[in-house]
C-alpha cells in the first residue's frame, strides 16, 4: 500500500463510517516572479502531497468518504507543454505514478462533483472552496472540518514519514559536518552556504526545507538572517541553521562554532549554557510533557547559567517571574516537524498562545505523544535593542550586570538544534552533528 493511500484511510478514519460527502483538494499551481516568466522551483502544497503523493503542478483530488474511492484530476497537456517543458505523461503512466480508483482530467471536475451527489464537500479553506462554489453555487462546502482532520493526521507521523526524516536527518548531518570542517576565517557566509547547499545535491535532496541562515559573527543574534553575504572574522562565532527535504520531509539543525576553530573564553562559558539547556530539556522529553513545561524548564537553566557566569544576578524565581530570560531567549524553544519545516499541530483547536515575553513565540502547546517529531532549540543571543532598554528599565537593570552585558554586544548569538522523534519511553535523536566543545574544537582543528 502506497503511503498516499495510507494516509487517506487514516484520515477518512476519522469521519463517519457511511458518511456522504466529498474532500476536495486543489493542488499547487508553478508560481513566478512578479508577473515575469521566471519560475519557481515547483514544490506540491503538503496537505495534497500528503493525500495523494503527487508532486506536480496543476492538479486536483476528489476523496468519496463512503466509499473511500480516490478520484485524481491531471492537467490536459497539448503540445506547446512538451515543447516548453517536456514530455507529457499518458494516462496510463499517470496511473502507475499515483494509483488513483479514477483517473480524469480537470475539465471534468465538475461533471464528477454533479454525479456523486455528494452533500458537503470538505475544503481546507475559503480560497479552495470559492473554487468549489464557483463551479456550481448549489454545492454545499465546509471549510473548517477537513484541516483540522488533516492536521490531527499530520501531527503523528507513520513510519513511511519517520523513515524519511530519517534520510533527510542523515544527509543534513552530513552537509552541517562538511561546514565545520571547512569553516575558515575570511571566508564569506555564501562561500559557506555553498557548501551546504553542494553535499545536500550531492546526496540526492534538492530542495531547501527552508530559507537556510548562514551567520557569522553579530549576525549570528539575528533570529531570521537570510541576507549570507558578510565577510566571517576571526574570533567571531558562526551560526548555521539549515535543511532540506526529503521526499517532501523536512530536517531542521542548528549548529554554532568558532570561526577559527577555538571557543574564547566567554564563547565557551555562553555556549555550554545553552548546549546544557539543550541536553537536559531533550532528557525532559517524554509522552505526556508539555511543550511550555520544557521551555520554561530551558529559560531557568539559562538563567542559571547566565548566573553562574555573572551576566545576570539575582534571585532566578524573581528574574522568571520577571520574563528576564526573554532577554536573552526570546524565541520559542521548538516546533513541529515534518512536510512543512513549522509543521502543523502546535495549536489543537481552542488552544491560544501564552501571551508572556519569549513564550509568545513557542509554536507548539500541547502535550506530546508518540510519533510526533519535535525541535528543540535554545538560544542565548545579545540583541541591544533588548538589551539597551532593559538597562535602562530599573525593574530588568537590577539583574543585569551592566559592564558584562555591554561588553558583549558585539557577541552574536549561539543557538544549538536537535530534531526529535517522540518514543513511548523517551526520544530518537536524528541529530547526531557534534556539539560539545571538545569534539567541534577536535573535528576544526583535525
Known sequence: MSAAKMHREKLLSLFEENQEGLIYLKGAEIMYRYGTDYEFPFRQ????????????????????????????????????????????????????????????????????????????????????????????????????????????????????????????????????????????????????????????????????????????????????????????????????????????????????????????????????????????????VTPGVKMEELHLAACRIILHGLKDIGIVKGSIEEMMEKNIFALFFPHGLGHFLGLDTHDVGGYPKGVDRIDRPGIRFLRVRRELMPGMVITIEPGIYFIPALLKPALENSDQARYLNREKVESLYNFGGIRIEDNLIILDNGVENLTDVPKEIKEIENIMNR
Open 45 to 284: 502544497e503538503s496537505n495534497f502531497w500528503y493525500l495523494t503523493g503527487v508532486n506536480e503542478p496543476d492538479y486536483h483530488a476528489v476523496i468519496d468518504i463512503k466509499s473511500g474511492d480516490f478520484h485524481l484530476f491531471a492537467p490536459k497537456r497539448d503540445a506547446q507543454f512538451a515543447v516548453w517543458h517536456g514530455r507529457i505523461k499518458e494516462p496510463a503512466e499517470i496511473k502507475e505514478s499515483y494509483n488513483p480508483d479514477h483517473l480524469h482530467f480537470n475539465n471534468e471536475l465538475l461533471t464528477v462533483l454533479n454525479s456523486r451527489k455528494p452533500g458537503l464537500i470538505y475544503c481546507l479553506d475559503e480560497e479552495q472552496a470559492e473554487f468549489i462554489e464557483d463551479l456550481n453555487r448549489e454545492l454545499t462546502v465546509d471549510t473548517e472540518t477537513l484541516a483540522d482532520a488533516i492536521t490531527y493526521c499530520r501531527s503523528i507521523k507513520t513510519e513511511y514519514e519517520l523513515d524519511c526524516m530519517r534520510e533527510a536527518a542523515r544527509v543534513n548531518n552530513l552537509a552541517h559536518l562538511e561546514v565545520m570542517k571547512a569553516l575558515k576565517p575570511g571566508m564569506n557566509e555564501y562561500e559557506t552556504k555553498a557548501i551546504f547547499d553542494y553535499h545536500q545535491k550531492k546526496n540526492g535532496l534538492l530542495q531547501p526545507a527552508y530559507s537556510g541562515i548562514h551567520a557569522g559573527g553579530v549576525n549570528s543574534a539575528i533570529l531570521h538572517y537570510t541576507e549570507n553575504n558578510q565577510t566571517i572574522n576571526n574570533g567571531e562565532l558562526y551560526l548555521i541553521d539549515a535543511g532540506y527535504e526529503f521526499k517532501g520531509y523536512s530536517s531542521d539543525v542548528t549548529r554554532t562554532f568558532p570561526v577559527n576553530g577555538r571557543f574564547s573564553g566567554n564563547q565557551a562559558a555562553v555556549y555550554q549554557v545553552c548546549l546544557d539547556a539543550l541536553n537536559k530539556t531533550i532528557d525532559m
